[in-house]
C-alpha cells in the first residue's frame, strides 16, 4: 500500500484544520491568510455612488485619554478605520495603515476606532510599535458609517463625501490609496 498524491493533500488538510482548531494557532493562520487577500487596494467608490457624512456630532475618547470630536475634522480629508485587536483581518492590514499613517500624518486625519479597553489596546499598539492614534467612541458614530463588521474603513474628502468604503482587509499603503489622497488634498487646497 503507497503513500498516493491523494492521500498527502488530504494529510496537508487534516493538519491545516487541526491548526485552526488550536487555539494558539489559529490567529495567525488567520492573519497571514488575510495578508494574502489583502494584497490589493481598496477600490474608489464612482462619484454618483458616494454618500456623504452629514452628521459630524461624534465624540471619541483616545487611548491617552484627549478628548476628539469628529466635528473638529469637518472639511478636511479624514480616514476612520474601525477594528479590533482580536480580529484577524484588522491585524492584516495594520501594517500598510501604520505605513500610510506614517506617510500622511501630517495631512490627513486618521481616526482608528475601536470598542475595546484601552489597557488592551494601548497593549497591542505598543507589542506593535504602531504610532497611530485610536480611539473609543463616546457617542454613536455618524449614520453614513454603518458599520456592521470590521475591519471597516471609510476615506472621507474635504467636502465629506465617503471616497473610499472598505469592509474587510486591504492594502492600505498602495499606489492607488497614495494617489487619492494626493489628489483630495491637491483639490483641497
Known amino acids: 500500500m503507497g503513500f498516493s498524491k491523494a492521500k498527502f493533500k488530504n494529510g496537508i488538510f487534516l493538519v491545516v484544520i487541526l491548526l485552526m482548531i488550536i487555539p494558539q494557532t489559529r490567529q495567525p493562520i488567520q492573519v497571514f491568510l488575510n495578508k494574502g487577500l489583502g494584497l490589493f487596494?481598496?477600490?474608489?467608490?464612482?462619484?454618483?455612488?458616494?454618500?456623504?457624512?452629514?452628521?459630524?456630532?461624534?465624540?471619541?475618547?483616545?487611548?491617552?485619554?484627549?478628548?476628539?470630536?469628529?466635528?473638529?475634522?469637518?472639511?478636511?480629508?479624514?480616514?476612520?478605520?474601525?477594528?479590533?485587536?482580536?480580529?484577524?483581518?484588522?491585524?492584516?492590514?495594520?501594517?500598510?495603515?501604520?505605513?500610510?499613517?506614517?506617510?500622511?500624518?501630517?495631512?490627513?486625519?486618521?481616526?482608528?476606532?475601536?470598542?475595546?479597553?484601552?489597557?488592551v489596546i494601548q497593549k497591542f499598539i505598543e507589542a506593535k510599535g504602531y504610532t497611530f492614534p485610536v480611539f473609543k467612541p463616546s457617542t454613536s458614530a455618524p449614520k453614513a458609517f454603518n458599520v456592521k463588521s470590521i475591519p471597516r474603513t471609510f476615506l472621507i474628502d474635504a467636502q465629506g463625501n465617503i471616497v473610499i468604503d472598505k469592509t474587510g482587509a486591504a492594502n492600505w499603503n498602495s499606489t492607488t490609496v497614495k494617489q487619492t489622497l494626493d489628489t483630495l488634498l491637491a483639490v483641497k487646497h
Open 41 to 119: 487596494g481598496p477600490s474608489v467608490v464612482a462619484t454618483e455612488a458616494q454618500k456623504q457624512v452629514e452628521d459630524y456630532e461624534w465624540q471619541l475618547e483616545a487611548t491617552t485619554g484627549a478628548q476628539l470630536s469628529f466635528k473638529d475634522l469637518e472639511g478636511k480629508v479624514v480616514l476612520v478605520n474601525f477594528w479590533a485587536t482580536w480580529c484577524p483581518p484588522c491585524i492584516a492590514e495594520m501594517g500598510s495603515l501604520q505605513d500610510l499613517y506614517k506617510s500622511y500624518k501630517d495631512k490627513v486625519a486618521f481616526v482608528f476606532v475601536s470598542h475595546e479597553d484601552k489597557a
